[in-house]
C-alpha cells in the first residue's frame, strides 16, 4: 500500500529530528571493518566453495565472487567457476542471465552472447517489473563493456521510462500490479538508472529526468534510528534490513556518482548512521549476508561526498614511554590522512594532563600522542579527539572519546624487616631492623626469630616519576618447602608506605610446630605494572619452643587406598509354587465373578473369544472409565478438565467398540447364513 503524502511528511519530520538527535552527539562508527574481519569474511566465502567451483547456486556464486572481488581476494578455483557458472545457465529468465553474466565477465572468461542471451536481455529491459529491469541493464552494460553483445544504447536507454512508471511518490514499487512500494526495488531502480547514465550517453533532458528522479526521492525520510544506527527496512516483503540499507546505499551512490550530482538528504549524519548498521553485521557467516555488507561499506569508504571516519588506538595498553598510536580509517580499514587534534586528556581522577595537541604522523600512516610519555602515571586515561580535513569529501568529527590503559614500571624502595616482640606496629624503636638493599636482593644473613616475636615488613612503591604508587596486589609470603606449607600476609599502604604484619604464633599450627629456615618473599603485581614480580627478602630461622605436638603433616596428593566396590548381589526369588500360587490368587476374584454372573443367569455367549476377547474387554474398560469420569465431573471436575480426559478416552474407545461390534456383527452374520 503505498505511503500518503501525509505519512510521509510524518516519517521525514520524524527523521530529521532523529538526525539532529545524532549529530549532536554524533563521534563517527564506532568501530570498522577491521582486517581480522576482512579474513574472516574471505574464510567464510572460501569455505562455501563445493568441489565443482560453485558456491552452492549460481546466486550465491554471483555473491562470493563479487564480495571477493570487492574484499582484492583471489577467487580459489577461478577455473572451475568459470566452467561450473558456463554450465548452470538452464532457465533462461533475466535473473539467472545477470548472474551468469557478472561472473563470467569479473572472472575474465566471458564470451559473445548468443541469441537466447540477447533475447532475454531485450525482454528484461522493457519488462515492468524493477528486478528485470535492473538484471537487464546490468547484464546488457556489462557484455556491452567487453563487446560481447551487439545492443544500441537507444535500447538500453529504454529502461529509463519503464523504471521511471514505477515511482510512486519518490519511492519505487516492484511492479506496476504491487499495491506498495519497496525501499530494497528502490535501490534496485537507482542502481539500474546509475549503470545507464555511466555505461551509456545521455542527452541533457535524459540527464535532468534522472536528476528530477534522484531529487524527488523520499528514499531516506523512511530511515528508523536504533541505539545510533540508521535502518531502512521493507515490511512487505521477505528481505532483511541489512539487504534493504545496503541496497539503497548502492544505489543512492552508484546514481549520485554517474550525475556527479549529491543526493541532499544524504548527510554526514545519515553517513555515520548507515555505517553502524552495516558495521553491525560485519561478523556475518552467510555468503549473502557477507556481500551486501561489503557491497555497502564499500559504498560509503569510496563516495565522492560523505566518508566516515573511525578512530581507534593501536593497543589496548601502552607504556608510557612509548607514547600512545591513534589510526584513522574509512569504514573499510584504509588509513586516511587527516589532521587529528587530541583537545583533552585525562586521568582516572578526572584532571587534565598536558593541552591541546595536534597528533604526529608516523611513516605507517597512523598517529602519535606523545602527552603520556614523561607525564603519566600508570592507570586508565581517556582521550578527547577531534578529526578534521580540508577535503570535505571527509566526515569530520568533533569529540570522540577513546580509552587508553598506561603500564609503567613499579620502583619499590626502601625495604626494612623488623622483628619485634610486641604486636604494636607504631612502635618499633626497639625492634631489631635489617635493610635489604634492592628489590629483587635477598638479604645477606639469616634472620633469627622465635614462635613469639612478630615480623614487620616495610616499604615503598613509587613509579618513574617518583610519585606514590598503589598496586593492587602486595602481600608477603612466609613459607617452609619441607612442611609444604606457606602463608600469606597483605600489606597494607598508609602514609605513602606500605606495612605487612606477620604473628608467628598464629603460624605454628599451619607450620606445624617445626622449627627452621623458612623463606620470606615480596610480591609485587598489578595490571598497571609492567615488572611485576616475586622476589626473595630474606631467609627466617623460626625457632618454635616445642611443647605442643602435631602430628605429620598429610599430604593432599599422598596415594590413597584402593576401593573395593561390591555390589549388591540380587535378592532370591520365590519358588515356583509360591508365584503360582500368588497368580492364581490375583485372577481368583475375577474368576468369581465370572461365576457369580452365571450362577445368576448372565447372558455371556455373545462374548467374543480369542483375539476380539481383548477388544470386547477393552471396549469394556474405556466405556467403564469414560462413565467414571462423568461421575468425576458431577463431583469435582470442571468442563476443561472433562473433556481434556475425555479426549484421552476417546481414542482408544473409539478403536475398542469399533473391532468389537465389527466382530459382533460378523457373528451374527455367520448364524444367520447357518
Known amino acids: 500500500m503505498a505511503l500518503s503524502r501525509a505519512s510521509q511528511l510524518f516519517l521525514l519530520v520524524g527523521t530529521l529530528f532523529v538526525c539532529q538527535t545524532i549529530s549532536s552527539v554524533a563521534e563517527g562508527p564506532s568501530t570498522y571493518f577491521t582486517s581480522s574481519d576482512r579474513d574472516a569474511a574471505i574464510r567464510n566465502l572460501q569455505s562455501a566453495q563445493k568441489a565443482d567451483g560453485s558456491f552452492f547456486g549460481l546466486k550465491n556464486t ?120 519497496s525501499i530494497f526495488h528502490t535501490g534496485l531502480a537507482f542502481q539500474a538508472l546509475g549503470k545507464i547514465a555511466s555505461g551509456v550517453s545521455l542527452t541533457n533532458e535524459e540527464k535532468k529526468e534522472l536528476k528530477d528522479i534522484l531529487g524527488s526521492s523520499q528514499l531516506l525520510s523512511m530511515a528508523e534510528e536504533k541505539n545510533g544506527a540508521l535502518v531502512l527496512q521493507d515490511q512487505e516483503l ?118 591541546k595537541t595536534d597528533l604526529a604522523t608516523n611513516p605507517d600512516d597512523s598517529y602519535r600522542l606523545d602527552t603520556l610519555t614523561s607525564k603519566a602515571e600508570p592507570g586508565f586515561y581517556e582521550l578527547n579527539l577531534k578529526v578534521s580535513s580540508d577535503d570535505k569529501k571527509y566526515v569530520g568529527i568533533d569529540s570522540v572519546s577513546r580509552k587508553v590503559k598506561v603500564v609503567g614500571n613499579a620502583v619499590v624502595s626502601d625495604i626494612v624487616v623488623s622483628v619485634s616482640q610486641s604486636s604494636d606496629s607504631d612502635d618499633l624503636s626497639v625492634a631489631k631492623k635489617y635493610k635489604v638493599s634492592s628489590f629483587g636482593t635477598k638479604h645477606k644473613d639469616t634472620i633469627s626469630v622465635n614462635g613469639k616475636d612478630h615480623l614487620f615488613v616495610d616499604f615503598k612503591i613509587k613509579s618513574n616519576t617518583g610519585a606514590n604508587l598503589k598496586v593492587h596486589q602486595t602481600f608477603v609470603i612466609l613459607s617452609n618447602a619441607e612442611a609444604g606449607s606457606e602463608i600469606v600476609s597483605v600489606a597494607k599502604f598508609e602514609n605513602g608506605a606500605y606495612r605487612a604484619h606477620v604473628t608467628l604464633a598464629d603460624l605454628e599450627d599451619d607450620f606445624y610446630g617445626k622449627s627452621g629456615n623458612y623463606e620470606l618473599n615480596l610480591v609485587v603485581g598489578d595490571s598497571f605494572v609492567e615488572n611485576s614480580a616475586n622476589s ?118 473409539l478403536y475398542f467398540s469399533q473391532k468389537t461390534l465389527t466382530a459382533l456383527s460378523v457373528k451374527e452374520a455367520q448364524v444367520k447364513r447357518q
Not at 548527510?267 to 555468503?287: I, P
Request: glycine share 8%.
Open 536 to 653: 626473595p627478602l630474606a631467609t627466617i630461622n623460626l625457632k618454635y619452643d616445642g611443647t605442643r605436638k602435631f602430628s605429620a603433616p598429610i599430604s593432599p596428593f599422598r596415594e590413597l587406598p584402593e576401593i573395593s566396590h561390591v555390589f549388591q548381589e540380587p535378592a532370591a526369588r520365590p519358588s515356583a509354587v509360591v508365584s503360582s500360587a500368588f497368580t492364581l490368587a490375583v485372577l481368583a476374584p475375577f474368576g468369581l465373578l465370572l461365576m457369580v454372573l452365571l450362577g445368576m443367569g448372565a447372558n455371556i455367549n455373545k462374548f467374543p473369544m480369542g483375539v476380539n476377547f481383548i477388544n470386547a474387554v477393552g471396549f469394556q474398560a474405556t466405556l467403564g472409565a469414560i462413565l467414571a469420569l462423568f461421575g468425576f465431573y458431577w463431583l469435582r471436575l470442571n468442563m476443561v478438565q472433562t473433556l481434556g480426559y475425555f479426549a484421552f478416552l476417546a481414542i482408544p474407545f
Open 238 to 355: 521477505r528481505v532483511t534490513p541489512l539487504q534493504v540499507t545496503s541496497s539503497a546505499l548502492v544505489g543512492l551512490a552508484t546514481l549520485g556518482k554517474a550525475l556527479d550530482a549529491k543526493y541532499d538528504d544524504f548527510g554526514e549524519t545519515e553517513a555515520v548512521g548507515f555505517a553502524e548498521t552495516l558495521l553491525g553485521s560485519k561478523d556475518a557467516a552467510s555468503v549473502e549476508d557477507i556481500f551486501y555488507v561489503v557491497e555497502g561499506l564499500n559504498v560509503l569508504a569510496n563516495n565522492q561526498y560523505h566518508r566516515p571516519l573511525v578512530v581507534s588506538v593501536d593497543q589496548s595498553s601502552v607504556k608510557g614511554a612509548d607514547g600512545v598510536k591513534v589510526r584513522v580509517t574509512d569504514v573499510m580499514g584504509t588509513p586516511q590522512r587527516v589532521k587529528v587534534t587530541a583537545t583533552k586528556v585525562t586521568g582516572a581522577d578526572n584532571k587534565a594532563i598536558g593541552s
Open 62 to 181: 554471483y555473491y562470493a565472487v563479487s564480495a571477493l572481488t570487492t574484499l582484492n581476494a583471489k577467487v580459489p578455483e577461478s577455473t572451475k567457476v568459470c566452467d561450473y557458472t558456463k554450465g548452470a545457465l538452464k532457465s533462461y529468465d533475466a535473473s539467472s542471465v545477470f548472474y551468469h553474466t557478472a561472473i563470467l565477465e569479473t572472472l575474465g572468461c566471458g564470451k559473445a552472447a548468443d541469441d537466447k542471451v540477447k533475447e532475454v536481455i531485450k525482454r528484461a529491459l522493457s519488462a515492468d517489473n524493477s528486478d528485470d529491469l535492473f538484471y537487464g541493464v546490468s547484464a546488457a552494460l556489462l557484455l556491452r563493456k567487453n563487446n560481447h553483445i551487439d545492443l544500441p544504447e537507444r535500447e538500453v536507454k529504454t529502461a529509463i521510462s519503464k523504471i521511471a512508471n514505477l515511482q510512486d511518490e519518490g519511492i519505487f514499487k516492484r511492479s506496476n500490479s504491487d499495491n506498495f512500494v
